[in-house]
């Protein structure tokens, strides 16, 4: 017992120094940046359905050549859960791809905590995600940067959005704490300091919606894409979304979890968009699954975005600057 929990650590080891040592994002020669969103899989490997979201991943890979590949959580629902990550990470580890991921509610439901997920993925070759800090809330807060240059031109969040409400007689689903929340302005703090007071352009990535996804469309704001259901977020709004508008970093927002919306649109001053379901009738849809894909361009805060159905159809491309 002993050997393998040494065995364990030595490889979490191994896997945080080379990633360490990988080389930074930085923005193509062209000066672009493309992320490919996958979110809610809900990937069963006893299911009819299971290569589904393998093929759409596959395919998608093929055709769109992302510089990033980022799960926006609920990815592998049944178990045994390190089996499933396995299955669904193969073809982007095969494309070489780079990746991150961030956990939804139902991921460590089964046979697998978070951590326990988490240390597994890291161990792969492309995986670009970490664990974050011990001393706050969640598993997997963390940033990546993407440079141009020796400068960065962009920061990624990714934040874990939690499951469920810990307090007691709330019902729904859980919220960001208010030490995630001291993490994310300390972090924004940082990086305009290192850019002449001047807040960094930055994206989010999380599971769970902010509350002010719901306030958007209950005010019949302009929205890009389908909203076939009401929007869940956490029970209690711990004010995410006002540190962000305060900070001035954070460019848009994309979230996962409601599987039936795939809207984007603008909210006082920040892009709120949902990915799109890459998941198969194996959990709930009314929607052909697909992914959205996010084009980052060297100086610009704005961005391009659409989402990719399955066979390759383009449908609600925009750009930020029209939201």
């Known amino acids: 017992m002993r050997k393998n929990i040494l065995l364990t650590l030595l490889l979490i080891v191994l896997a945080a120094a080379v990633a360490e040592a990988r080389p930074p994002l930085r923005m193509n020669p062209d000066g672009k940046f493309k992320i490919v969103q996958f979110t809610d899989l809900h990937y069963n490997a006893n299911h009819s359905a299971a290569k589904e979201p393998i093929e759409l991943i596959k395919e998608t890979l093929a055709d769109e050549k992302p510089d990033l590949v980022v799960f926006t959580g609920d990815v592998v629902t049944m178990q045994p859960a390190l089996e499933g990550w396995d299955a669904v990470l193969a073809p982007v580890e095969a494309a070489g791809a780079e990746w991150a991921v961030v956990f939804g509610n139902h991921d460590d439901e089964k046979d697998k905590s978070r951590t326990e997920i988490m240390e597994h993925i890291m161990r792969k070759p492309h995986c670009r995600a970490s664990k974050g800090p011990d001393n706050i809330k969640g598993v997997g807060n963390y940033t990546l940067e993407i440079l141009a240059g020796d400068s960065l031109d962009f920061l990624l969040y990714f934040m874990d959005s939690n499951a469920y409400p810990a307090i007691e007689g709330f019902k729904g689903y859980g919220w960001f704490e208010f030490n995630q929340i001291e993490w994310y302005?300390?972090?924004?703090?940082?990086?305009?300091?290192?850019?002449?007071?001047?807040?960094?352009?930055?994206?989010?990535?999380?599971?769970?919606?902010?509350?002010?996804?719901?306030?958007?469309?209950?005010?019949?704001?302009?929205?890009?894409?389908?909203?076939?259901?009401?929007?869940?977020?956490?029970?209690?709004?711990?004010?995410m979304f006002a540190a962000m508008r305060s900070c001035g970093d954070v460019t848009a927002t994309f979230v996962g979890h409601d599987h039936d919306n795939d809207y984007i649109g603008s909210h006082n001053g920040i892009i709120l968009a949902y990915g799109r379901f890459s998941g198969a009738k194996n959990t709930y849809t009314h929607m052909i699954h697909g992914a959205r894909i996010i084009e980052l361009s060297k100086g610009e805060r704005n961005f391009q975005t659409r989402i990719r159905l399955r066979g390759g159809s383009i449908i609600n491309k925009v750009n930020s600057s029209e939201l």
């Open 185 to 239: 302005r300390n972090l924004s703090r940082e990086y305009a300091a290192r850019n002449g007071g001047r807040p960094a352009k930055a994206l989010a990535f999380f599971h769970i919606p902010l509350n002010e996804y719901a306030e958007m469309t209950a005010a019949r704001k302009k929205i890009v894409g389908m909203k076939n259901e009401n929007e869940c977020p956490g029970a209690i709004n711990t004010g």
